[in-house]
């Protein structure tokens, strides 16, 4: 036992490990800190390119161990000489990918995080029960006779830079509208549409295409074009497929495909933020006040 704890006491001093009874609540957070950011940062490895450039890199720090252990003294001078190269030759082959990060970081709430209190609510949420209803409409219909469609339905993310690539529409949302506008050889039924809150917003919208080499190869540019909006905003995106009719959801970065029409209203009633507490709270207070008026005429 004193060798074991002779050997725990050495590492710690080693390493620099405090001791239990020396840890406090600032150790606590900054362990805290750091274990959210290497879990997001093995995420968005986990879904980048980044994966197979890190799975080389993983092999070639094995590779130097085996060279330390051996004392291969020649390969340990090219490495040393090459890491600061590596480092920027890193950075120039992942930027597409460490700019998409740094825009994602930029657009998460904190305060929303650890307190999720939304005072620009209202009592329908971010839309109402009928605009869920008539988008699903719509896309049931459109995927009835195969008519190709790209709907965007925008949360808290500002998607203006995309609205300003079409044309800026001011209409409330509804299946008729939303038909025409994709419907075959209309001015406005290429590219996608913006809904915002209970408004068509914008129409002819370009969107980035994702790079996302998991996607099926039978996916074309409209499905690409769905999934890419849903990786860099927080909109989920509905995509009626012109070839087979069948209807989908993009919805950060995932798709979901071989959607009905209940599918779509569920997927849209999960980003509605609509106050459900304060709906239950009026049901109580109705039931109470029906409790106090019986008591009375009793």
Known sequence: ME????????SQTTLHIPKLENIGVIDILEITIISWMVYHILVWIRNTRAWFLMRGVVSIMVMLVIAVLLEMNTILWIAQNVVYVAVFAFIVVLQPELRKALETLGKK?????FLPVDFGRTEEGLFSDHTIREIAKAAVEMGKVKTGALIVVGQDDNLSEFESTGIILDGIVSSQLLINIFEHN??????????????????????????NQRLSKDLGTRHRAGVGI???????????????????IAYQGTLHRGLRGEDIERHLSGIQNKPV??????KLFKSKGKQVSGKKQS
């Open 186 to 211: 209309t001015p406005l039924h290429d590219g996608a549409v913006i809904v915002r809150g209970n408004r068509i917003t914008a129409a002819t919208c370009y969107l980035p295409l994702s790079d």
């Open 3 to 10: 060798q074991i704890r002779e050997f725990i006491e050495n």
């Open 109 to 113: 709430s904190f305060i929303k995080t």
């Open 277 to 282: 507490e304060d709906t239950n709270k009026r």
């Open 230 to 248: 849903s990786e860099v905003t927080d909109a989920l995106t509905i995509i009626v497929s012109e070839e087979t009719g069948k209807i989908s």
